[in-house]
């Protein structure tokens, strides 16, 4: 099979595993269903582990020499070519609440001689039926049409989301705080992994997180990047599987450069 050929496979793979994650998950959705704790404290619910379950049983099955990582049912082949990232439900608080923004993250990075690439990627939110799709020679796409991030927004008339202030470490929230003074309007909370869909659309300018897991980022990156935004850890480099810890999870997502490097700067102090 030829690159295009792979890719378009993969394609129609995504589209598979967001509509089968899609629809387990809905089928819980403010239906009370059953919260447990797991060893970080952290909810989880039948709908994120049945979703997950699922999705790995359809890449063991298209791509049975595939590595998968995902947030519930852990890690197997990581030592592969390539390797597909899975968070079943991304704001599993959202969606025990009855809140609509929560979504299924799907990432699929490719292992090269010196480092992992993101390849693809997928943010679906099916309570809202909206799926964005896109990567390396896949521009990004929300429900099949162009997505196009906002550009040429100075960075004090930028918007910037970010998830919680608790996620940051004292050192990163003076940081933040330095970026939230520079911008026209922060907005804390609520939005889970929407915000980076939100970016890629062009619906605001600027995303922020720290302590972000691999499964938290690594659908996101090849979204943004397949839509022309911008996408990396705040030092400006780019976000690898290893980020979760050599930086903290650090994120941060523009519409264009130019917000990116005033972005950065302000971070930076």
């Keep these: 099979m030829g690159d295009a050929g792979f890719t378009k496979t993969c394609v129609a793979l995504f589209h598979r595993l967001a509509d089968t994650s899609g629809a387990i998950v809905l ?3 403010r239906n009370n269903v059953a919260i447990d ?6 909810p989880v619910t039948v709908a994120d582990r049945d979703s997950e379950a699922a999705m790995r049983d359809l890449i063991a099955k298209a791509f049975p020499d595939h590595g998968i990582i995902g947030e519930e ?23 025990i609440n009855g ?5 299924t993250l799907i ?3 490719r292992r ?4 992992t690439v993101p390849y693809l990627g997928c943010i679906n939110h099916p309570a809202l039926k909206e799926r964005w799709l896109g990567g390396r020679g896949v521009p990004t796409t929300l429900n099949g049409a162009p997505a196009r991030p906002r550009a040429g927004t100075a960075l004090v008339n930028a918007a910037v989301y970010t998830t919680s202030a608790s996620a940051f470490s004292p050192v990163e929230k003076s940081a933040f705080d330095r970026l939230s003074s520079a911008v026209r309007q922060t907005r804390y909370g609520g939005t889970d992994c929407y915000h980076y869909g939100m970016v890629a659309s062009g619906w605001t300018d600027l995303a922020c997180e720290a302590g972000l897991k691999l499964h938290d980022y690594a659908a ?5 990047e397949g839509a022309g935004a911008c996408i990396t850890d705040w030092n400006g ?10 930086v903290h999870g650090q994120v941060l997502a523009s519409g264009d450069a130019a917000l990116h490097a005033a972005a950065l700067a302000a971070l930076q102090g």
Aim: overall charge negative.
């Design 73 to 95: 049912h852990g890690r197997e082949r990581e030592d592969a070519e390539w390797l597909w990232i899975l968070d079943p439900i991304d704001g599993t608080k959202s969606f």
């Design 27 to 29: 089928s819980h959705f």
């Design 37 to 42: 704790a797991k060893s970080d404290a952290t």
């Design 237 to 246: 480099a780019a976000l690898a599987l290893e980020s979760e810890t050599t």
């Design 112 to 115: 090269a001689v010196t480092n």
């Design 220 to 224: 996101v990156v090849p979204v943004l």
């Design 99 to 103: 809140v609509p923004l929560f979504g």
């Design 107 to 109: 990432g699929l990075w």
